[in-house]
């Protein structure tokens, strides 16, 4: 089973940066997509990133396109979320998720989620 630990969450100024990590115990994750997904405050968890086994194929939600970032390490079993020009509405929780249904958008594909990391973004 894989268990997975999120970090690097934090706050920070509109405009900013931030590099959030997703660290993994247990089996390896080099056979799982992976992907970022994030909940505002009365909002539904909604899509960010996700990224294939290889880390062949990437795909992002419109609103973060051109300023995030997606990416792994499979020999460290490690997933990243670049952050940058960030903004107030990318005020959420972030989180990590794998699942072996391949490259998607929807939570629903993914089996194994992270607790969480809280990202707040000041005007």
């Known amino acids: 089973q894989v268990q997975l630990v999120e970090s690097g969450g934090g706050l920070v100024q509109a405009g900013g940066s931030l590099r959030l990590s997703c660290a993994a115990s247990g089996r390896t994750i080099s056979s799982y997509t992976m992907a970022w997904f994030r909940q505002a405050p009365g909002k539904e968890r909604g899509f960010v990133a996700t990224?294939?086994?290889?880390?062949?194929?990437?795909s992002y939600a419109d609103s973060v396109k051109g300023r995030f970032t997606i990416s792994r390490d499979n020999a460290k079993k490690m997933v990243y979320l670049q952050m940058n020009s960030l903004k107030p509405e990318d005020t959420a929780v972030y989180y990590c998720?794998?699942?072996?249904?391949?490259?998607?958008?929807?939570?629903?594909?993914?089996?194994?989620w992270g607790q969480g990391t809280q990202v707040t973004v000041s005007s």
């Open positions: 998720a794998a699942g072996l249904n391949g490259v998607s958008r929807s939570s629903y594909d993914y089996e194994l």
């Open positions: 990224i294939s086994w290889s880390g062949g194929t990437t």
